[in-house]
Antibody, heavy 120, light 108 residues
Framework: QVHLVQSGAEVKKPGSSVKVSCKPS????????MNWVRQAPGQGLEWMGG????????TYARTFQGRVTITADESTSTAYMELSSLGSEDTAVYYC?????????????WGKGTTVTVSS | EIVMTQSPATLSVSPGERATLSCRAS??????LAWYQQKPGQAPRLLIY???TRATDIPARFSGTGSGTEFTLTISSLQSEDFAVYYC??????????FGQGTKLEFK
């Protein structure tokens, strides 16, 4: 069974950047169109953007455009989400999520989440 | 951008009763809608896709209906493990997605 394995918790200063990674535990990496979803404390789910590793194309939510960069490294089979100009409002759990191989749109697979805390 | 609106924000139901959750889209999605369940401290779990198809290992008490702009998730007989937050998500505008704000299903 495939799992999405995310990097560990981060504590960042305001104004800095954070880079979170996500790696499928099995299967061909380019089968996974990786999305990133954010959840602030006590709040709902917010789609940030995604990447299709097969075509190396990224799409971003308007809210995060210009501040988020989603990339994929095929050599290490790892997807990354980098968020810059961090503020306290970016304190949240960040999930990677993907359709399972053979699926295309809905998110069957989820990582366990990476907690990012922004604090001075 | 497609806006998703869920109602109610909180639903209080007793175990064994039926729960009906609603999701409305600002424009037609056809059947490009998914439902997710999230329990405290856990990642979301896919329940329904294509508006009405249960995902793998999802019990038959969960059902989804609707198309266009109006969708419903019904849990026919609530079990204790069903108390959670439920989100709808549109993928009609793939590769862009939108989630609803969630409905919290709580014990009455």
């Amino acid at each position: 069974q495939v799992h999405l394995v995310q990097s560990g918790a981060e504590v960042k200063k305001p104004g800095s950047s954070v880079k979170v990674s996500c790696k499928p535990s099995g299967g061909a990496f380019n089968n996974y169109a990786m999305n990133w979803v954010r959840q602030a404390p006590g709040q709902g789910l917010e789609w940030m953007g995604g990447i299709n590793p097969m075509f190396n194309t990224s799409t971003y939510a308007r809210t995060f455009q210009g501040r988020v960069t989603i990339t994929a490294d095929e050599s290490t089979s790892t997807a990354y989400m980098e968020l810059s100009s961090l503020g306290s409002e970016d304190t949240a759990v960040y999930y990677c999520a993907s359709p399972a191989p053979g699926h295309y749109y809905y998110m069957d697979l989820w990582g366990k989440g990476t907690t990012v805390t922004v604090s001075s | 951008e497609i806006v998703m609106t869920q109602s109610p924000a909180t639903l209080s139901v007793s175990p064994g009763e039926r729960a009906t959750l609603s999701c409305r889209a600002s424009q037609s999605l056809s059947s490009n809608l998914a439902w997710y369940q999230q329990k405290p401290g856990q990642a979301p779990r896919l329940l329904i896709y294509g508006a009405s198809t249960r995902a793998t290992d999802i019990p038959a008490r969960f059902s989804g209906t609707g198309s266009g702009t109006e969708f419903t998730l019904t849990i026919s007989s609530l079990q204790s493990e069903d108390f959670a937050v439920y989100y709808c998500q549109q993928y009609s505008s793939w590769p862009k997605y939108t989630f609803g704000q969630g409905t919290k299903l709580e014990f009455k």
